[in-house]
């Protein structure tokens, strides 16, 4: 069975520390999963119910004016020129989790995927059945076959930015093995401070084997609604859509509604990233305060902190100020001494557990 061939899903693990943190008089603060707590937008939610009374069944590669309002944000944001493909996504995880799957890699192909990573990349080749191997630039990788290779920039769960000239190695490096590039560039817009580039910017027109990954989630508050796109290679795009039409894989008809009025609007998200720049000061000097480093997070939704010591401790002692944060070790080997912050709370939720971090 597929189950066999998956890990314990690892936020299970961290449920007694959550119920560890419920246990505060002022209650918990969540600053583990990222999770949008802010309002979905008003055009967003009358978009969704404009289009709710629709009975047909969705368009697996999207409404044209949903296809055409991403197309919009990738040339607005991740200056994507030359011809490109387009695609909807019932948000971006499902994407990350079956993507070796939908092409077709199977057990002859390995997946390349960072040493710090979100674990559904790890998770998707199991999926497939596909071996993986872990590398941060293309040195690492092993002489094997590879059919894809994920990069992360911002990165979850360290907020670390992809150089230009890292994106373009990588870029010619997946080209040489014939490999598809996918980057996941969900919290590019989310630059505090450096501001990230798309890999699309950088192909001069030729998107050859490339996919860039978003999703509205953080951007638009729509994790509920899971609305995610990719964009790029219009080959691996039609290749994507024709396996997608086969196997159901499709966002709702309402959804796509919400989306093409999220990606329209740039007011509401440029609200969202205020609020989210105003949020991560205050808890990064309550970090900084308490004698934690908080390391790379120039980019995302995330401060990945260390105090120097085997991450669990660190979330222990959090949970009993009834504050949770998820476990480096969730992300890889190399975060055994971190832990991953989350900026995704209310004002007034950011602003007790900085003083409870503080001290």
Same mark, same amino acid.
């Given at each position: $069975?597929?189950?066999?061939? !998956?890990?314990?899903?690892?936020?299970?693990?961290?449920?007694?520390?959550?119920?560890?943190?419920?246990?505060?008089?002022?209650?918990?603060?969540?600053? *583990?999963?990222?999770?949008?707590?802010?309002?979905?937008?008003?055009?967003?939610?009358?978009?969704?119910?404009?289009?709710?009374? %629709?009975?047909?069944?969705?368009?697996?590669?999207?409404?044209?004016?949903?296809?055409?309002?991403?197309?919009?944000? =990738?040339?607005?944001?991740?200056?994507?020129?030359?011809?490109?493909?387009?695609?909807?996504?019932?948000?971006?995880?499902?994407?990350?989790?079956?993507?070796? $799957?939908?092409? @077709?890699?199977?057990?002859?192909?390995?997946?390349?995927?960072?040493?710090? #990573?979100?674990?559904?990349?790890?998770?998707?080749?199991?999926?497939?059945?596909?071996?993986?191997?872990?590398?941060?630039?293309?040195?690492?990788?092993?002489?094997?076959?590879?059919?894809?290779?994920?990069?992360? *920039?911002? @990165?979850?769960?360290?907020?670390?930015? #992809?150089?230009?000239?890292?994106?373009?190695?990588?870029?010619?490096?997946?080209?040489?093995? +014939?490999?598809?590039?996918?980057?996941?560039?969900?919290? /590019?817009?989310?630059?505090?401070?450096?501001?990230?580039?798309?890999?699309?910017?950088? /192909?001069?027109?030729? +998107?050859?084997?490339?996919?860039?990954?978003?999703?509205?989630?953080?951007?638009? +508050?729509?994790?509920?609604?899971?609305?995610?796109?990719?964009?790029?290679?219009?080959?691996?795009?039609?290749?994507?859509?024709?396996?997608?039409?086969?196997? @159901?894989?499709?966002?709702?008809?309402?959804?796509?509604?919400?989306?093409?009025?999220?990606?329209?609007?740039? %007011?509401?998200?440029?609200?969202?990233?205020?609020?989210?720049?105003?949020?991560?000061?205050? /808890?990064?000097?309550? =970090?900084?305060?308490?004698?934690?480093?908080?390391?790379?997070?120039?980019?995302?939704?995330? =401060?990945?902190?260390?105090?120097?010591?085997?991450?669990?401790?660190?979330?222990?002692?959090?949970?009993?100020?009834?504050? !949770?944060?998820?476990?480096? %070790?969730?992300?890889?080997?190399?975060?055994?001494?971190?832990?991953?912050?989350?900026?995704?709370?209310?004002?007034?939720?950011?602003?007790?557990?900085?003083?409870? !971090?503080?001290?």
């Amino acid at each position: $069975m597929l189950s066999d061939r !998956l890990p314990q899903f690892p936020w299970d693990r961290l449920a007694p520390y959550g119920e560890r943190a419920r246990r505060h008089p002022d209650g918990i603060v969540d600053l *583990s999963m990222g999770t949008p707590v802010d309002p979905v937008p008003p055009l967003v939610r009358r978009a969704l119910e404009s289009a709710s009374a %629709e009975p047909g069944y969705p368009l697996t590669a999207g409404t044209p004016e949903l296809r055409e309002a991403i197309a919009a944000w =990738l040339r607005l944001h991740c200056g994507v020129t030359g011809d490109f493909g387009v695609l909807p996504t019932i948000g971006s995880k499902e994407l990350v989790g079956l993507l070796p $799957m939908l092409l @077709g890699l199977g057990e002859s192909r390995t997946v390349v995927i960072p040493r710090l #990573a979100y674990p559904t990349y790890d998770i998707g080749s199991r999926v497939s059945g596909s071996p993986v191997t872990m590398a941060d630039h293309p040195g690492q990788v092993p002489a094997v076959d590879v059919g894809l290779i994920w990069v992360n *920039s911002p @990165g979850n769960p360290h907020g670390k930015v #992809a150089t230009a000239g890292e994106l373009r190695a990588w870029v010619d490096f997946a080209r040489s093995r +014939n490999a598809v590039l996918a980057v996941d560039e969900c919290y /590019l817009t989310l630059g505090w401070d450096t501001e990230p580039v798309s890999v699309l910017s950088l /192909l001069d027109g030729d +998107n050859t084997g490339v996919l860039a990954v978003h999703s509205l989630s953080k951007r638009s +508050n729509l994790a509920g609604y899971r609305a995610g796109f990719a964009g790029g290679d219009p080959a691996v795009i039609a290749a994507l859509l024709e396996a997608r039409k086969h196997t @159901g894989l499709i966002v709702p008809t309402p959804v796509q509604a919400a989306m093409a009025a999220a990606l329209g609007d740039e %007011e509401h998200a440029a609200g969202q990233k205020a609020a989210y720049r105003a949020r991560r000061e205050i /808890l990064r000097e309550a =970090l900084v305060a308490r004698g934690m480093r908080v390391d790379h997070s120039e980019a995302g939704l995330y =401060l990945w902190a260390t105090a120097g010591r085997d991450c669990w401790d660190t979330v222990a002692e959090f949970a009993d100020l009834g504050v !949770l944060a998820a476990p480096g %070790e969730f992300y890889g080997p190399g975060g055994r001494e971190h832990v991953r912050v989350a900026l995704t709370a209310t004002d007034e939720r950011i602003k007790a557990a900085a003083v409870r !971090l503080a001290g």
